[in-house]
């Protein structure tokens, strides 16, 4: 039986990103070669406080898949930037839930003062707002503010549709960790997303009309305060990006993520971390380039429907 016409090609085709060389089409497949390590993203692990509807890690307080990165495995890679001259300015961490990592004001604190431009992603809600964090926070704003950077997560201006993506009552709580770090001037963003059907000039106007309401100094018409992030869904069928599809694009591989970052990850169980090719690619194989930044020169096939959702035809890029 056939499908339905508004059904048909809605699923992702399995002959899609198998090869990383060609595309099911027999097309060659575009490659991303990293240019230089501006930017090095480190999961601090998977666990969170929260269990989002569509969280492309899968965190929640149960899944320690990416276990917690210790200070001194941090500190070996801060370590081989310096001896490698690598040149990194960015030092950036997500999770899971950053704060609930035991040691991440003391991570936070050595590469603060080694000189990085750091950016952490953050829900703002209790892990953050617990008063050892509170405290340890508010020590590096005062020594190292012009350098720290936390982005927060609010996926909509609507609680009801943050709330749909991120549970009841989690609204509430954010915006009382955004306030708290707005009032004490922390040099702050937000991350919201494009899941709801709304365009950008809707999403900019609500978000300002909530800041508003709420008394937070904030430029929702600043691309660098609001970021926007399109909606990844692995699932769902797109185009696999060819080398033609770049002047087609308008578009460059060195605009890509993978020209200019990596990022670190702890598996349960491993005896080292290692070194992937993607922020939004921790569990896939195929992206793991080995244990050192030195493993990592090297060249990464467009091979995953994030690479064509998410980079390429989203135009968007987890740094902001």
């Known amino acids: 039986m056939s499908q339905p016409a508004e059904t048909r090609n809605y699923f992702l085709d399995p002959t899609k990103f198998r090869n990383p060389e060609q595309t099911a089409s027999g097309e060659t497949r575009a490659h991303v070669t990293l240019k230089k390590l501006e930017t090095l993203w480190i999961n601090t692990g998977t666990l969170c406080n929260l269990t989002c509807r569509n969280c492309y890690i899968e965190s929640s307080p149960s899944n320690d898949r990416l276990e917690y990165i210790r200070h001194a495995e941090v500190t070996a890679y801060l370590d081989e930037i310096a001896q490698e001259g690598l040149g990194t300015h960015t030092i950036a961490f997500t999770g899971g839930e950053p704060f609930l990592n035991p040691d991440m004001l003391a991570i936070l604190e050595t590469t603060l003062a080694r000189g990085f431009d750091v950016l952490v992603l953050t829900n703002a809600t209790r892990p953050m707002l ?191």
């Open 130 to 320: 617990r008063p050892r964090i509170k405290r340890g926070l508010l020590a590096l704003n005062e020594d190292h503010g012009e350098r720290l950077t936390l982005r927060v997560s609010i996926d909509h201006f609507d609680p009801a549709w943050h709330e749909h993506e991120r549970g009841a009552e989690t609204f509430e709580p954010v915006i009382e960790g955004l306030q708290w770090l707005t009032t004490n001037g922390f040099n702050i963003d937000i991350a919201g997303r494009l899941f709801a059907g709304d365009d950008e000039a809707t999403m900019r106007a609500g978000y300002a009309a909530l800041f508003a309401a709420r008394g937070i100094q904030l430029d929702a018409q600043a691309p660098n305060k609001l970021v926007l992030f399109p909606e990844m869904d692995a699932r769902l069928d797109v185009p696999e990006i060819t080398t033609g599809c770049w002047d087609k694009l308008g578009t460059h591989p060195d605009a890509m993520m993978c020209a200019s970052s990596r990022m670190i990850v702890k598996r349960k169980g491993a005896e080292q971390p290692s070194v992937i090719a993607c922020t939004l690619l921790p569990y896939d194989e195929r992206f793991e380039l080995g244990h050192r930044l030195s493993d990592a020169q090297q060249t990464v096939a467009l091979n995953h429907p994030h690479c064509a959702q998410f980079c390429v035809l989203g135009g968007a890029s987890c740094s902001g």
